[in-house]
């Protein structure tokens, strides 16, 4: 079975926005839904150059609450950033150096940083050793890179093992 559904919510989520797009609940578009909700993600899994292994599934929900605070916290930041004088920001990059060596977990960090408002993951080295970040207001890069690598990249160290 899971070979001919490698993916079952990705099937679902296939099958479910196909018929929102096209609007038509028509039994041609329920067999079109049905036969992309298959072939899909096949066709995925095979550019899928590593599968993702999952370790401690409630690290997912601390990390979540943790992500969805910050964001919280520097929405308000970076407006009260905007908001005042120009001439005290220090926009600048960073390397932050990656324990991390699971590209899901990479590719989630430099999610998380994106998302985070006033930083963006900007190149991961070709080694994948080191993800580029540009900080809106940079005063001391060391600090940024130990809180991001305590409150980010551990718990993702612990969710892709």
């Keep these: 079975m899971s070979r001919l559904l490698p993916s079952p919510p990705l099937s679902v989520a296939v099958f479910v926005l196909w018929l929102l797009l096209v609007g038509d609940f028509s039994p041609g578009q329920l067999a079109l839904a049905a036969v992309l909700a298959l072939a899909l993600p096949l066709l995925a899994g095979m550019l899928q150059p590593e599968r993702a292994r999952f370790g401690r599934s409630w690290a997912v929900l601390v990390l979540g609450r943790r992500v969805l605070w910050d964001m919280l916290l520097s929405n308000i930041e970076v407006a009260r950033r905007i908001i005042g004088p120009e001439r005290v920001l220090t926009p600048g990059f960073f390397w932050l150096p990656l324990d991390l060596r699971n590209i899901h977990g990479i590719t989630a960090l430099a999610s998380i940083i994106t998302l985070t ?20 207001n940079l005063k001391d890069a060391r600090a940024t890179v130990a809180e991001i690598k305590a409150r980010y990249e551990a718990p993702l160290k612990e969710i892709f093992p």
Excluded: N, Y
């Excluded at 930083?119 to 080191?130: G, K, N």
């Design 117 to 136: 408002p006033g930083t963006l993951s900007a190149e991961l080295s070709e080694d994948q050793r080191h993800l580029l970040v540009h900080a809106f």
